[in-house]
RNA sequence: GGUGUCGUACCCAAGCGGCCUAAGGGAACGGUCUGCAAAACCGUCUUUCAGCGGUUCGAAUCCGCUCGACACCUCCA
């Protein structure tokens, strides 16, 4: 498969680091706030990634972190706390506002099909970890401390920068924030923080340099390696984590394991945008999935939505949007029902056509995961009469190993309604037979109030349970 | 100020030198079916890819300029 890396700007042929195993490590959530819809798509992407991995015949390890140590607003020491602010917001210790968003986190996750790391690892329980990769980063002379806190030095590494292709030179100019007094140089980044400003900083650990607490990239450095080893295959997270996160990630971490590349492949997802820009925790428009819910949208509308954008191009978000994703998942639940109703059991493919459509569907998300093209598939794949319903739903349960529309899930249409309904129904055939088109239409009436609508089929009339 | 990305038909969105007189979805409209609807199915929305130049036998795809949008350099997915 063909996966684009960041680090060289293109598509390349991937090839794991180990023989049909994947190690791959995704930057989750800091849990100071509900995730909203543009979080999300990143991690819709991950989950297409790694699926479409396993398709390949990979075996992944993937590892997810949570974030739930307070990091400042500013990379120096000012800003404000997130976490704190968080908890005096809602009135809450830091650690009940950690354990309920990310609550909320996997919750929406679960609900948008996305799969599970198989290692979720908070940051808290891993500060020790933090702390021998800060002292071995000391004993081979990175750091410096500096006003209380411990601090990577850049200029101690000789490519710096090399993910996000910086120039540090014309960086330094172009500088909008004030720099922290107490660094050597403005892009070195804090590794343990001693002396906050904020007194009442309530998560804070011993430490070889005083109680304090960890830095904000540390964290995926030191879990990452503990998990997947000192060098790995895959890096992922959303494009605003290169110039900075993922930047200070490859520093701190190559310059502790003297090991290049720590990260094979780095990919990155694009941003969801409405007409304003970009969705933002800071600024801006934030929806959450809940919100979408409460609108009458399924969680899955949104996930169709972005699986018909590509993953590295900016995606415009709208209800319009929405509404039309949604639209289209609900004809494409009609369509599998009556192929449902028409066959009880997939088939092996037998038909030219229907192999072809599966070689396609694994070329198009297999070329660096271009999900509309593997839609364009699987609605080519449906209109195709050559192929029959047996094997169409073979291959709908095929494409969706990767897709995660729970179309596998689609039961056959459900001849739903009470014995009162159906009597109604039988009367309302009654009426149409003796030709009493009004007595029809009442019922048909009384009907839709009560939540169904009515098919009429060749075959006779039922009723469906309203979306 | 610096660095990038992008602008595709009514909307979302693929395509990135010739299979493009541009995938797929949605909306709209017309038709089939139906007492009428709904659903389903069929068809139309195709000489056009922001604009203007250029390169080329050939450009939506490459180059230049103009206009517009967005992102990053600050916590952010």
Request: charged share 30%.
């Amino acid at each position: 498969m063909r996966l684009y890396n960041t680090m060289s700007r293109s598509v390349e042929e991937f090839e794991s680091i180990e023989d049909g195993h994947v190690g791959m490590y995704c930057c989750g959530p800091t849990v100071y706030n509900f995730a909203h819809i543009g979080n999300l798509r990143t991690y819709i992407f991950e989950d297409i990634l790694k699926k479409t991995l396993k398709l390949n015949g990979y075996e992944v390890r993937h590892v997810m972190n949570i974030t739930d140590v307070g990091h400042l607003t500013g990379d120096g020491d000012d800003g404000e706390d997130k976490m704190n602010a968080s908890a005096k917001r809602e009135g809450k210790s830091v650690w009940d506002i950690a354990a309920f968003y990310t609550d909320a986190f996997m919750n929406d996750i679960s609900r948008l099909n996305i799969d599970r790391a198989d290692i979720i690892c908070k940051a808290t329980d891993h500060i020790a970890d933090m702390i021998e990769v800060i002292r071995i980063l000391e004993k081979k002379g990175h750091t410096y401390v500096s006003g209380g806190n411990v601090y990577f030095s850049i200029d101690t590494i000789d490519d710096y920068g090399k993910l996000a292709r910086l120039n540090l030179d014309e960086l330094r100019e172009g500088a909008r924030i004030e720099v922290d007094s107490f660094k050597k140089n403005p892009k070195d980044f804090v590794l343990w923080f001693t002396n906050s400003k904020f007194k009442d900083q309530v998560m804070t650990w011993d430490s070889p340099w005083g109680r304090g607490y960890p830095g904000w990239h540390i964290e995926c450095t030191a879990m990452s390696m503990k998990y997947l080893g000192s060098q790995f295959d895959i890096h992922c997270g959303g494009i605003d984590a290169i110039p900075v996160h993922h930047t200070n990630e490859i520093a701190q971490s190559e310059a502790a394991t003297g090991l290049k590349p720590w990260v094979k492949y780095w990919c990155h997802g694009e941003f969801l945008i409405n007409d304003k820009g970009k969705m933002s925790k800071s600024s801006g428009e934030f929806l959450t999935l809940e919100s979408l819910i409460r609108k009458g949208y399924d969680a899955l509308d949104y996930r169709y939505l972005c699986l018909g954008a590509h993953y590295r191009s900016q995606l415009k978000f709208s209800y319009e949007a929405l509404d039309h994703a949604k639209s289209a998942r609900a004809a494409l639940t009609e369509k599998i029902k009556a192929l449902k109703a028409e066959a009880e059991e997939a088939s092996e493919l037998h038909s030219e056509n229907a192999k072809k459509y599966k070689m396609e569907f694994i070329d198009a998300v297999s070329n660096d995961l271009h999900t509309p093209q593997a839609l364009a598939v699987m609605h080519s794949m449906l209109k195709d009469g050559s192929v029959s319903s047996a094997e169409k739903l073979n291959l709908i349960r095929f494409f969706d190993s990767v897709l995660s529309l729970s179309l596998d899930r689609i039961e056959k249409e459900e001849r739903v309604g009470s014995d009162e309904d159906i009597a109604l129904l039988n009367e309302r055939a009654e009426a149409k037979k003796a030709k009493n088109y009004q007595r029809a239409d009442e019922i048909r009436a009384i009907l839709a109030e009560r939540g169904y609508s009515i098919k009429d089929t060749p075959n006779g009339s039922f009723l469906v349970k309203n979306l």
